[in-house]
Structures are given as structure tokens and as C-alpha cells.
């Protein structure tokens, strides 16, 4: 038979977890003629609407046995599905054997996802594993050039146009991408349960490493307009961009995408009433304060310039007061974990403003892998989830710092965590004054820094690193760069340590009368 030659539907097998637009759909299956075959929830579903159904057990003349973990495993199914309607030997074995054709299948697997969310134990969650279902989906989408395999709902309506156009067959295009789809579906369902039982057995890095993701929407193009792109939803589904309503607004771009969750992920860090500006995936300020209209107009003090056409992260819902004060400047996004009416209001005059609501704040503290392509390969990390206490610091020189610098020491260095190595973060009173990200040497990164400070404040006012503390996202190799930091103003230092030079860094900093600490812990960020 020509592979574009539409087939006929005349027995179709109806076996499905997610009943979404079931009884539709096998309304319509009944009103082709379509004798229809099904098992459990889904026979009763039909049934109970008035559709004439077929148990599988009186089709196979075997029931249902071991808890009904064997109902379609039966060479009546398999059978029926796999046969080769265009070759002779197919046909004489299913005439030997009593074996019926089945045409049509309509199957998606146990909701072992929903399982897993559930936190339901090992038992259960082994219970909820599907093994008939795969394997009827897969015959299925094999023998796609006579079958017709439908796992998403969402096709339902795509398969029913397609009978009405074909006078109840179904053509080899929509056959050959619903087996795509189908493949899909089992490849995603198993490397859920790889994924799982890795963890279970504390496998971080397993053998084989396994990924899936859904499509939530294509983007009109990449990094770069002659990229294409798209946005794909992992589970459990994590507070974030990904996930979150868009309120109003013109289409998110892959870049609007990256840098929206780089500062999302940022103030995630903190628990006061936080604001961060965000621009090409850096911060350029940073501030935490009593509300969240102090906190807006600090983080854009700190380098007015860059925040034009930013991103503006939120911890807090969003309120009137400060959506009036974020509508005065240009940007492209503002994501917050909820916005209330007025200040949806007050941001509804910016038609073209991305505004996201997630609903509620990122952990930072949640596990989980990172991935990065490698020319023939990728690499797989864990999530930078560390965070330092003032319990974990180790004073390395003759002055400890006050309990004000001690402060603002962990606020720099929580977001010198989502600044790009090398990176260097003064910061005082909760706020970011000055940031130096993405740099070769640590000494230019100190120094871009400090001039963005000095750039800030304007001619012939004092910049706000006078005073300030100074994160460094990985030790100084050298002194200089510490002692840029100490040039600029600052009184206060702190780093991870291990450098073979920490000694005379240690010095250093104590002849420049400087505080430091070391916390052992590094945030590089590529």
C-alpha cells in the first residue's frame, strides 16, 4: 500500500489516563462506525455517555489478570495493531489466528508525573508506571503507515476534521506526525522514571542522561534573528518564567526569556522587599529595603544608565505606588510573584511592557541539574544552590568587620552569585553601588566597577563605593585587585579564599586597614 494512500478507521483501541475531551471524541469515533475497543476508566466513560464500547477481555477472551497489570498484552492487540496490511503472510496469520485489525489507538500513560508530585511512595509510584500503554503506543506509531496513533487530546480535533474530510480515513501526513508525537510521549515518560529511580538510587550522573521538556510556545527567533527558538516546560514545574501569566504586554523574545529569569532567580535570593535590574543576563542594580519603593529607587540608582531597557525583578507583590515610579523609565520587562490592581493599572499605559506574575517566589535552594552543550556532547551540573551564613565566615585579618558590613557582605555576595565571572560587587545600606561582571582580569572588573560608581553619582559628588563592601565571586589571585577595591572606597572585603597568594592578599588588606573575610565557597558563573 503507498505510504500516501489515507486508511481507513473501522476498530479503534481506546485506553487513556487523561479523559480530556474522551467522551467527544468517542461520540464522534461511534457515529463513523467505529467500533471501539477499550478497558477500565475509559470503558466505563463512554459507557456512561451512551457510546457502544467493546471490553477488551471479551475481544481477547482473556481477562483482565494481576491487578489488571495485564489487559492489552495479548497477541489480539498486538497483533491486530502490528499487522503489515500489504503483506499477504500478515494477512493469513491474522486469518489463522482470529486476529481482527486494529486501526486506530487512542492511549496516554498512567499519570506517573502527577504521581511523583503527589510525593506518593516508592510503592506507589511503581504502581504508577505503564507498561501496556507503551507498548501499544509504540507498535502503534511503528506501524503508523496503517495505523493511527493519538496520544494528545489536543489532536483530537485534527483527527476528526481529517475523518470528516477523508470519509473516516485518516491520511499518511497527520499518521506520520502523530507518531512523531507518540514517540515523544514514551520517550518523555520513561526518562521521568530513569530520572526518578537515578535519584532513588542516588544516581546523580547516571550512565545515560535523559531530558525532555514540552513545548510551551515557539518564539519568532533565537539569540539572533537568524536563530529559531522555542520554550519547552520541565516538571515539576518550578516558580519562574517559564511558568509564569503574562499579564500584558508584546511577545517575550528568547533574550526577554533569559535575562527575565536570570533576574527572577536573583531576587529569589532574598527575603526583604527586593528589587534587581537586569540587563543582558547581568545585574546592573540591586537593592533591599523596608518596601519595595525604596528597594526600586535604590537598585536604579546604582547605574541608571544600563537600566534603560532592563528587566525589573520583584520578591513582593507588586504595588501602585511602585508600578508608577517603574512606568517613568523604558523597559522591557517587570516579573513579580503578583500585582495587584492598581499597579496593574498603572502599568497598563506601557502597551508595550511584558508584565509577568509567577504566583510565588523561586527556592534557591532547590536541587537540580544544569546543562550546556558541548560540540558532540553537553555538559550536567547541579544547580549553584550554596549560600553562605554569617555562621560560615572566616575573619583572615587583624579588623573584623561591623555587624553593618557583615550585612552587606552577604548581600553582595548573594548576588555576586548571578553576576558573570570574573565579577566583582560593591555594595552598602542593602544596595548595589557599583558592578563589574564578565571581565578576563578581576582587576578590570573591580575597576569597571568603581567607575560605574564614580559615573553614577555624577561630577563632584562622593560615589557610593566610599564605605562599601566588595564581593568577589572567586578569590583574588592577587592583590591588586583588592586593592583596586580599596582605591574606590571600600572598607570591607569578601571572597572565597585558596589562592596561593592568600597571604599577601591577607596583608594587603590589612595594611589598607581593610576587614576580610573568607566564606570557602565560589560562585563562579559562566
Known amino acids: 500500500m503507498p505510504l500516501d494512500t489515507p486508511t481507513p478507521v473501522k476498530r479503534a483501541l481506546v485506553s487513556v489516563s487523561d479523559k480530556t475531551g474522551l467522551v467527544e471524541f468517542g461520540r464522534f469515533l461511534s457515529q463513523q462506525g467505529v467500533e471501539i475497543l477499550s478497558t477500565g476508566g475509559s470503558a466505563r466513560a463512554l459507557s456512561e455517555a451512551g457510546i457502544a464500547v467493546v471490553e477488551v477481555a471479551s475481544h481477547t477472551g482473556f481477562p483482565e489478570i494481576m491487578d489488571g497489570r495485564v489487559k492489552t498484552l495479548h497477541p489480539k492487540i498486538h497483533g491486530g495493531i ?50 501496556g500503554g507503551p507498548a501499544m503506543v509504540r507498535a502503534s506509531a511503528k506501524n503508523h503507515d496503517f495505523v493511527t496513533i493519538v496520544t494528545d487530546p489536543a489532536d483530537y480535533a485534527a483527527v476528526q476534521a481529517e475523518m470528516a474530510a477523508q470519509g473516516g480515513a485518516v491520511g499518511a501526513a497527520l499518521r506520520r506526525r502523530l507518531a512523531m508525537t507518540a514517540f515523544a510521549h514514551t520517550a518523555a515518560y520513561d526518562a521521568m522514571i530513569a530520572r526518578w529511580l537515578a535519584g532513588e538510587v542516588g544516581e546523580t550522573f547516571p550512565k545515560r542522561m535523559t531530558a525532555s521538556g514540552s513545548l510551551q510556545q515557539t518564539l519568532r527567533y533565537g539569540e539572533n534573528p537568524h536563530q529559531e527558538a522555542a520554550v519547552y516546560l520541565q ?7 517559564a511558568t509564569a501569566a503574562q499579564l500584558q504586554g508584546k511577545e517575550l523574545s528568547y533574550n526577554n526569556l533569559n535575562d527575565t529569569n536570570a533576574a527572577f532567580e536573583l531576587v529569589s535570593e532574598f527575603d526583604a522587599p527586593t528589587v534587581a535590574i537586569i540587563k543582558h543576563a547581568n545585574p546592573c542594580g540591586v537593592a533591599s529595603r523596608g518596601d519595595l519603593l525604596a528597594a526600586y529607587a535604590e537598585a536604579l540608582a546604582c547605574d541608571p544608565v544600563s537600566a534603560f531597557g532592563g528587566i525589573i525583578a520583584i520578591n513582593r507583590a ?46 534557591p535552594a532547590a536541587a537540580g541539574l544544569v546543562m550546556t552543550p558541548l560540540a558532540g556532547g553537553f555538559l550536567a551540573q547541579s544547580r549553584d544552590n550554596g549560600r553562605i551564613t554569617r555562621e ?4 583572615v585579618t ?36 557599583g558592578v563589574g561582571a564578565g571581565q578576563m582580569s578581576r582587576i578590570d572588573s573591580s575597576r569597571i566597577a568603581a567607575w560605574k560608581a564614580r559615573e553614577a553619582a555624577g561630577e563632584g559628588v562622593a560615589p557610593k563605593t566610599e564605605g562599601s563592601v566588595v564581593a568577589s565571586d572567586a578569590f583574588f589571585p592577587f592583590a591588586d585587585g583588592l586593592l583596586a577595591a580599596a582605591e574606590a572606597g ?13 597571604a599577601e592578599v591577607i ?10 573575610v573568607f566564606t570557602g565557597l565560589r560562585h563562579f558563573r559562566h
Not at 516538571?235 to 518564567?241: K, L, S
Not at 500585582?339 to 509567577?358: E, Y
Not at 560560615?392 to 575573619?395: E, G, I, N, R
Not at 553593618?404 to 553601588?433: C, P, W
Open 82 to 131: 502490528l499487522a503489515r496490511r500489504d503483506l499477504p503472510e500478515h494477512l493469513a496469520a491474522m486469518e489463522e489466528h482470529q486476529i481482527a485489525g486494529i486501526d486506530m489507538v487512542v492511549s496516554n500513560l498512567y499519570p506517573f508525573e502527577a504521581t511523583l508530585a503527589s510525593n506518593a511512595d516508592f510503592d506507589t509510584c511503581i504502581e504508577n508506571i505503564d507498561i
Open 235 to 241: 516538571g515539576p514545574a518550578r516558580p519562574g518564567v
Open 318 to 363: 507588586l504595588d501602585a505606588e511602585t508600578a508608577e515610579e517603574i512606568s517613568k523609565l523604558f523597559a522591557e520587562v517587570v516579573i513579580a510573584p503578583a500585582v495587584d490592581d492598581a499597579a496593574r493599572a498603572a502599568l497598563a499605559t506601557k502597551k508595550n511592557l511584558r508584565v509577568l506574575v509567577t504566583g510565588a517566589m523561586a527556592d
Open 392 to 395: 560560615a565566615l572566616k575573619v
Open 398 to 433: 587583624r579588623r573584623s568587620p561591623s555587624d553593618q558590613e557583615l550585612d552587606d557582605m552577604i548581600f553582595a555576595f548573594r548576588v555576586a552569585k548571578h553576576v558573570k565571572s570574573n565579577a566583582i560587587v560593591y555594595a552598602r545600606d542593602g544596595a548595589t553601588v
Open 490 to 502: 571600600a572598607t570591607a572585603v569578601i571572597q572565597p579564599g585558596g589562592s596561593m597568594r592568600d
Open 507 to 516: 596583608k594587603a588588606a590589612d595594611d589598607a586597614g581593610l576587614a576580610m
